[in-house]
């Protein structure tokens, strides 16, 4: 299956996009929560992703490009 970076997603009961492909799994991006104090963060947003192995693509939906 071909996966691109920010493309919408479903799999199972889980839908987002997705953020990082490799060849043994894909990681696809649930939720996204902006750092309320940035200016002391680390990182600008705390991201919630899960974790998708080759073996369950075939299983994956495809819903939109980005």
């Not at 939720?31 to 073996?55: G, I, T, Y």
């Not at 693509?57 to 980005?66: S, T």
């Amino acid at each position: 299956m071909l996966f691109k970076e920010g493309m919408t997603v479903q799999w199972d009961k889980i839908s987002g996009t997705v953020d990082f492909i490799s060849e043994q799994y894909i990681t696809i991006c649930v939720s996204v929560k902006e750092q309320p104090d940035s200016q002391h963060a680390r990182h600008k947003s705390n991201r919630c992703c899960v974790l998708c192995f080759a073996p369950d693509w075939d299983n994956v939906i495809i819903l939109g490009n980005k």
